[in-house]
C-alpha cells in the first residue's frame, strides 16, 4: 500500500518463497503473478522478470510493483533488478524476512529496493516471537506505513480517521527483546556459517548433493543450510530422505514449495515454472541452528547418506 500498489493491479512475485510473500498482494486486492528461479541462487531469474517487463510495458499493462525474495538466508541481485525495474518505474520491494544480517557488495539485506520487510517471527534470525519491520530511505513511504500500520490516525485533536488503517506496529517490549538480540547477531551468523561448512565438507563430496550457491559479493547469514538431491546421481529424493531423518527425531523439512504450484494460488500467472519446481522435488532444509555441533552434522549425514541404495 505504501508504493501504491491497488486492488486489481498486477504485482510480480518470486515463485520460490514462503507464501506470506504473495499474501501481502491478495490483502490489497492486487493479483500476484509469479517469476521463475534462476538455477544457481535460486532467487527470482532477473531475465525471465526484465523480459516479462518488457512485453508488459509494450502492451501498457505494466504491474504495480516487483516483489524479490531475499532466499534462506542468502541476499538476491538487489543492484541488478533494481535497475531493472528502474527502466520501467515500478517499485521494488525486497522481502528480506529471512536476510537480516547477511549483506551483499557490503550493502546490507533489506538496503534494495524502494522498500524492504524484515520479520521477527519465531523461527528467523532475530525473533520478537511475532511481527517485523519495513524498511525504507523514502521518508514518504515510511510516512505512509506508519500512518496505516497505528489505525490511520489523522492528526486532530480527537481521534479523526479518512481512510481505513491497522494495527500492523511492532509493540515497544517486542522492540526491546528484538534489539538485545542484535548484539549476538553476528555470532549466530558465525554459527550458522560453521554449520553450514560442515554439511558442505561432508556431503559436498559425495556426488549428487549440492548446495544454494553464493554468488561473489554475497554475504549470507546462512538461516537455512538447504541442499539439492540429485535423484540421478544419489538414487534418493527428500521424502525418503526426511522420513529417515524424522525417524531419529531430526527436524529437517523439504524446501519451500513454490507458489505456482499452490492451491491457494491455482490458475495465477506464471512466467517459467520448471526450475522452482525441480528445487521443490530435489530440496532439503537441514537443521541448521548455531548450536549444533560437528558430531550433530556428521550424525545428520550420516542418516542422510544411508539412504542412497
Ligand atoms: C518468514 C517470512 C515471511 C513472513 O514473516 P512474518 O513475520 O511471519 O509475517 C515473509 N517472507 C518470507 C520469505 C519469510 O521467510
Same mark, same amino acid.
Given at each position: 500500500?505504501?508504493?501504491?500498489?491497488?486492488?486489481?493491479?498486477?504485482?510480480?512475485?518470486?515463485?520460490?518463497?514462503?507464501?506470506?510473500?504473495?499474501?501481502?498482494?491478495?490483502?490489497?486486492?492486487?493479483?500476484?503473478?509469479?517469476?521463475?528461479?534462476? &538455477?544457481?541462487?535460486?532467487?527470482?531469474?532477473?531475465?525471465?522478470?526484465?523480459?516479462?517487463?518488457? !512485453?508488459?510495458?509494450?502492451?501498457?499493462?505494466? &504491474?504495480?510493483?516487483?516483489?524479490?525474495?531475499?532466499?534462506?538466508?542468502?541476499?538476491?541481485?538487489? &543492484?541488478?533488478?533494481?535497475?531493472?525495474?528502474? @527502466?520501467?518505474?515500478?517499485?521494488?520491494?525486497?522481502?528480506?524476512?529471512?536476510?537480516?544480517?547477511?549483506?551483499?557488495?557490503?550493502?546490507?539485506?533489506?538496503?534494495?529496493?524502494?522498500?524492504?520487510?524484515?520479520?521477527?517471527?519465531?523461527?528467523?534470525?532475530?525473533?520478537?516471537?511475532?511481527? $517485523?519491520?519495513?524498511?525504507?530511505?523514502?521518508?514518504?513511504?515510511?510516512?505512509?506505513?506508519?500512518?496505516?500500520?497505528?489505525?490511520?490516525?489523522?492528526?486532530?485533536?480527537?481521534?479523526?480517521?479518512?481512510?481505513?488503517?491497522?494495527?500492523?506496529?511492532?509493540?515497544?517490549?517486542?522492540?526491546?527483546?528484538?534489539?538485545?538480540?542484535?548484539?549476538?547477531?553476528? !555470532?549466530?551468523?558465525?554459527?550458522?556459517?560453521?554449520?553450514?561448512?560442515?554439511?558442505?565438507?561432508?556431503?559436498?563430496?559425495? $556426488?549428487?548433493?549440492?548446495?544454494?550457491?553464493?554468488?561473489?559479493?554475497?554475504?549470507?547469514?546462512?538461516?537455512? @543450510?538447504?541442499?539439492?538431491?540429485?535423484?540421478?546421481?544419489?538414487?534418493?529424493?527428500?521424502?525418503?530422505?526426511?522420513?529417515?531423518?524424522?525417524?531419529?527425531?531430526?527436524?529437517?523439512?523439504?524446501?519451500?514449495?513454490?507458489?505456482?504450484?499452490?492451491?491457494?494460488?491455482?490458475?495465477?500467472?506464471?512466467?517459467?515454472?520448471?526450475?522452482?519446481?525441480?528445487?521443490?522435488?530435489?530440496?532439503?532444509?537441514?537443521?541448521?541452528?548455531?548450536?549444533?555441533?560437528?558430531?550433530?552434522?556428521?550424525?545428520?549425514?550420516?542418516?542422510?547418506?544411508?539412504?542412497?541404495?
Amino acid at each position: 500500500m505504501a508504493v501504491g500498489v491497488q486492488p486489481g493491479d498486477d504485482v510480480l512475485v518470486s515463485s520460490l518463497t514462503f507464501a506470506a510473500s504473495a499474501f501481502t498482494v491478495t490483502y490489497v486486492g492486487a493479483r500476484p503473478c509469479f517469476i521463475d528461479s534462476e &538455477p544457481g541462487s535460486w532467487h527470482i531469474d532477473p531475465d525471465l522478470l526484465e523480459r516479462e517487463l518488457d !512485453e508488459r510495458a509494450r502492451a501498457g499493462r505494466l &504491474p504495480a510493483a516487483v516483489i524479490s525474495v531475499d532466499l534462506y538466508g542468502s541476499v538476491a541481485d538487489g &543492484p541488478r533488478l533494481m535497475q531493472i525495474c528502474a @527502466t520501467y518505474d515500478v517499485p521494488l520491494i525486497e522481502d528480506a524476512a529471512e536476510a537480516i544480517g547477511a549483506s551483499r557488495d557490503g550493502t546490507p539485506a533489506g538496503r534494495f529496493g524502494r522498500v524492504a520487510v524484515l520479520s521477527f517471527n519465531g523461527n528467523k534470525m532475530v525473533t520478537t516471537s511475532g511481527g $517485523g519491520a519495513l524498511v525504507s530511505d523514502d521518508p514518504t513511504v515510511v510516512a505512509r506505513a506508519r500512518h496505516l500500520a497505528t489505525q490511520a490516525r489523522n492528526p486532530a485533536p480527537w481521534y479523526e480517521h479518512d481512510e481505513v488503517g491497522y494495527n500492523y506496529r511492532l509493540s515497544n517490549l517486542s522492540a526491546a527483546v528484538g534489539r538485545g538480540q542484535l548484539r549476538t547477531l553476528a !555470532e549466530r551468523i558465525e554459527g550458522r556459517r560453521r554449520v553450514r561448512s560442515a554439511y558442505e565438507r561432508r556431503l559436498g563430496s559425495v $556426488g549428487g548433493f549440492t548446495f544454494q550457491e553464493i554468488p561473489d559479493g554475497v554475504v549470507p547469514n546462512h538461516w537455512l @543450510t538447504t541442499v539439492r538431491i540429485d535423484p540421478d546421481l544419489t538414487g534418493t529424493v527428500p521424502t525418503e530422505v526426511l522420513a529417515a531423518l524424522h525417524e531419529r527425531r531430526i527436524e529437517a523439512r523439504h524446501g519451500f514449495k513454490p507458489m505456482h504450484l499452490q492451491p491457494v494460488f491455482a490458475g495465477a500467472p506464471m512466467v517459467g515454472g520448471d526450475v522452482a519446481a525441480d528445487l521443490f522435488a530435489t530440496t532439503v532444509s537441514l537443521p541448521s541452528g548455531s548450536r549444533l555441533t560437528d558430531d550433530d552434522v556428521g550424525e545428520i549425514c550420516d542418516v542422510i547418506l544411508a539412504c542412497r541404495p
